[in-house]
């Protein structure tokens, strides 16, 4: 099963912008929390933006990020501007398919991922 897969990243220069998109397979991974997390080479991977009725973001990208599900498609998009080159990783999409009191922030917390889209900001 790979129930979610992304799409958009690439290179873009410093304070750049990209989109990244996750479609779920169903609406089985869409209906509760969906998230991106990134990985750097040699790093954890680190929680970035969750959305279901609210949206919550790392203050490492707060103001410059922007989290969004479009609930027809069961897609979820990251707007990323004014990127830095420490934000080059792997950015993965999840979902959470079960029903948590509080705003998950933690790979734990998380019970599918997709394959990942590399994003590299150069200069």
């Known amino acids: 099963q790979v129930p979610l897969i992304e799409s958009g990243g690439g290179v873009v220069q410093n304070g750049g912008s990209l989109r990244l998109s996750c479609a779920a397979s169903?609406?089985?991974?869409?209906?509760?929390?969906m998230g991106w997390f990134r990985q750097a080479p040699g790093k954890e991977r680190e929680f970035v933006a969750t959305?279901?009725?609210?949206?919550h973001y790392a203050d490492s990208v707060k103001g410059r990020f922007t989290i969004s599900k479009d609930y027809a498609k069961n897609t979820v998009h990251l707007q990323m501007n004014s990127l830095k080159p420490e934000d080059t990783a792997v950015y993965y999409c999840?979902?959470?398919?079960?029903?948590?009191?509080?705003?998950?922030?933690?790979?734990?917390?998380?019970?599918?991922w997709g394959q990942g889209t590399q994003v590299t900001v150069s200069s």
């Open positions: 169903s609406r089985t991974y869409s209906d509760y929390y």
């Open positions: 959305v279901s009725d609210d949206t």
């Open positions: 999840a979902a959470r398919t079960y029903y948590t009191p509080r705003i998950p922030t933690t790979t734990t917390q998380y019970n599918y």
